[in-house]
């Protein structure tokens, strides 16, 4: 005789199997070609909205190269991700000598707020004569350490923090003046 706990075992096998084969994929044909997409979409489209970055321009300069270099806590060392960053500006600006590059420094890592402008100072610094020392003219760079000002996002929890912990690149078509404040 058939008992009901091996007829309600039957019963969801039963139903396991029937939504397993619901699920199973159709196969192609090697000479099966999809239809052409005819509404875009597709991940070689141009994106939108940058359809007339000028070649050379800051917008360039910030798509292909990238402007922001990030540390670790309480480091100015450069790690490869960030050699790789600058490697890609290295190249744009002596792609485009006519640009000047403004580094500026920030630091959001335990300590006080001389130790921050210290820290974000050596960070430009290290971005600075990382440029240098692979061929960019010292006279068309300048670095300056901000400290705690101008947070990217004001914040307690260390993945959050990491974004303020950096140096923008920022071009310029001169040099600013000394103690410009920017």
Do not use: H
């Not at 075992?9 to 192609?28: D, I």
């Amino acid at each position: 005789m058939i008992s009901i706990s091996n007829l309600a075992r039957a019963g969801v096998f039963a139903g396991l199997l029937a939504f397993a084969a619901s699920c199973s994929t159709t196969s192609m044909s090697p000479g099966d070609v999809l239809p052409p997409q005819t509404s875009g979409g597709a991940t070689d489209d141009p994106a939108t909205g940058f359809e007339n970055v000028k070649a050379g321009s800051e917008e360039e300069f910030i798509l292909s190269a990238g402007r922001r270099i990030y540390f670790t806590e309480s480091s100015a060392a450069l790690d490869d991700t960030a050699k790789a960053t600058i490697n890609n500006q290295i190249a744009f600006l002596n792609k485009y000598p006519r640009w000047f590059a403004k580094l500026q420094g920030f630091a959001d890592d335990p300590g006080g707020d001389a130790k921050m402008v210290k820290l974000s100072q050596q960070r430009a610094d290290a971005v600075m004569n990382y440029m240098i020392a692979n061929g960019i003219a010292p006279g068309r760079l300048w670095a300056k350490g901000y400290g705690k000002e101008r947070v990217v996002r004001a914040c307690t929890e260390r993945a959050c923090k990491v974004q303020n912990r950096r140096v923008i690149t920022n071009l310029r078509e001169s040099r600013d003046e000394p103690d410009d404040g920017q």
